[in-house]
């Protein structure tokens, strides 16, 4: 864990906690369907943390999720995530993949439309 603040120009960084991977029993992202920053990780005691935003606990989750399987292949549990943005083969997953979301979200809206101007008889 990182404390992070500003003096004047300068941001300064400090290590106020370090844990390891193997000792992590479970990441819980306390609400999958509501967007908070706000989740537990489980060593031996609950850490209650907060993330920048959203966008960046799923990150830290996914980040956490690689490592564990290229390096210790250990068990252990993610909870309370949204499975479709945990898994980087969705096309929801990526911030990089902004363009084809909204592509996607054009297409939606254009059958919307031509359907729409459909006459029924």
Do not use: Q
């Amino acid at each position: 864990m990182v404390k992070h603040w500003r003096v004047n120009r300068e941001e300064k960084y400090e290590i106020v906690e370090n844990w390891f991977l193997k000792d992590l029993e479970m990441i819980d992202g306390k609400e999958a369907d509501t967007d908070n920053p706000y989740f537990d990780m489980h060593f031996h005691k609950i850490y209650n943390l907060e993330a920048y935003s959203c966008a960046s606990k799923y990150t830290f989750a996914r980040t956490l999720n690689k490592l564990n399987a290229m390096y210790l292949k250990k068990d252990f549990k993610i909870v309370n995530f949204d499975d479709t943005y945990l898994n980087d083969d969705s096309i929801w997953s990526s911030s990089n993949r902004d363009c084809l979301v909204l592509m996607r979200v054009c297409v939606y809206a254009f059958n919307l439309l031509c359907l729409s101007l459909c006459p029924l008889s």
